[in-house]
């Protein structure tokens, strides 16, 4: 039990798919956040969620649309996307009014856009 | 902006030997936090130790210290006993009033 659990962990798609990632904490946490590993590079973060509310999106393109329907819960919805977002997408979580600065990670979703 | 540097792209240790980890950091705020991460091949990143910047004594969990050193802006890992499952990606990180800001990483490998 990881506490932060995320699937597809392997998803392969083509550059007109749609798809999407989903992402479930069991900790009891009320902000949630949507990262991006590439190769060589520092982790980026792409979406902020604390309560639900999107709080942050750092000049993340539109074929990204990130979906918290609850504190639990958040989604990745794709579409049309490019080769050079091929990646590892990571999910995490936090408490946000106890510590904010500690995050707890998902095993991420490794994704191929082809 | 914080940036976070992490200038060993690999690193090597033997098994029962110490390694050091090294990562500075380019800030103006005062308070703030650092972490080490770790990233075995599962991919979960799992925090291995935190420091608060307003703390001098350096943070110590199991194997794992820290050298933190303020005014160099320097936050070094040290692996005391180095076992086969360290084997992995450390990733530096900080964070002060904003965002979490992660460096590049370090592969550390680990032989018999």
């Known amino acids: 039990e990881t506490g932060v659990t995320q699937t597809p962990r392997h998803l392969v798609m083509g550059m007109t798919n749609k798809k999407s990632l989903k992402c479930e904490q069991h900790l009891g946490h009320n902000a949630m956040y949507w990262y991006k590993q590439s190769a060589k590079k520092p982790l980026e973060l792409m979406f902020v969620y604390n309560f639900k509310e999107q709080t942050e999106n750092n000049s993340v393109p539109s074929r990204f649309s990130p979906e918290c329907p609850n504190s639990s819960h958040l989604f990745l919805h794709l579409h049309t996307l490019q080769p050079e977002d091929s990646a590892l997408y990571l999910c995490?979580?936090?408490?946000?009014?106890?510590?904010?600065?500690?995050?707890?990670f998902g095993s991420g979703t490794q994704l191929s856009v082809l | 902006a914080q940036t976070v540097t992490q200038s060993q792209p690999e690193m090597s240790v033997q098994e029962a030997e110490t390694v050091t980890l090294s990562c500075t950091y380019d800030t103006s705020e005062s308070d703030y936090y650092l972490f080490w991460y770790k990233q075995p091949p599962s991919r979960q990143m799992i925090l291995v130790i935190r420091q608060e910047a307003y703390k001098q004594q350096n943070a110590t969990e199991n194997r794992f210290s820290v050298n933190f050193q303020k005014a160099a802006k320097s936050f070094s890992l040290k692996i005391s006993d180095s076992q086969l499952g360290d084997a992995a990606m450390y990733f530096c990180?900080?964070?002060?009033?904003?965002?979490?800001?992660f460096g590049t990483g370090t592969r550390l490998q680990v032989t018999l």
């Open positions: 990180a900080y964070r002060g009033a904003s965002k979490l800001t």
């Open positions: 995490a979580s936090s408490q946000v009014d106890r510590d904010t600065k500690k995050l707890f």
